[in-house]
Nanobody, 124 residues
Framework: QVQLVESGGGLMQAGGSLRISCAAS????????MGWFRQAVGKEREFVAA????????YYAESVKGRFTISRDNAKNTVYLQMNSLKPEDTAVYYC?????????????????WGQGTQVTVSS
């Protein structure tokens, strides 16, 4: 079992920047592709970004490409999401997840382990 805990969320103004983190425990995440998803009120959970286990490949949703950057530090068992040029439509609960299946990294069912989420609110 991998336990994931997100942190760093908060209230930001549009145009601002924020970095959220996901710390893992109980087991190393170095062998997992890691992903970030978000869920706004009344909407389904959606893919944001993913990073392969050696950080050789990254994937982004079109809506965040060029603004968000996913990274990882396997020595610290932590994954990060740097969010720049934030928009009100980025407001959501952000979840990190560890992918343990062969399904595409953009899909929610591909991930076996999920954190509890951290709220990011962007005001206009």
């Amino acid at each position: 079992q991998v336990q994931l805990v997100e942190s760093g969320g908060g209230l930001m103004q549009a145009g601002g920047s924020l970095r959220i983190s996901c710390a893992a425990s109980r087991r190393t995440i170095s062998v997992y592709t890691m992903g970030w998803f978000r869920q706004a009120v009344g909407k389904e959970r959606e893919f944001v970004a993913a990073i392969s286990w050696r950080a050789s490949r990254t994937y982004y949703a079109e809506s965040v490409k060029g603004r968000f950057t996913i990274s990882r530090d396997n020595a610290k068992n932590t994954v990060y999401l740097q969010m720049n040029s934030l928009k009100p439509e980025d407001t959501a609960v952000y979840y990190c997840a560890a992918k343990g299946t062969l399904l595409p990294a953009t899909q929610v069912p591909a991930y076996d382990y999920w954190g509890q989420g951290t709220q990011v609110t962007v005001s206009s």
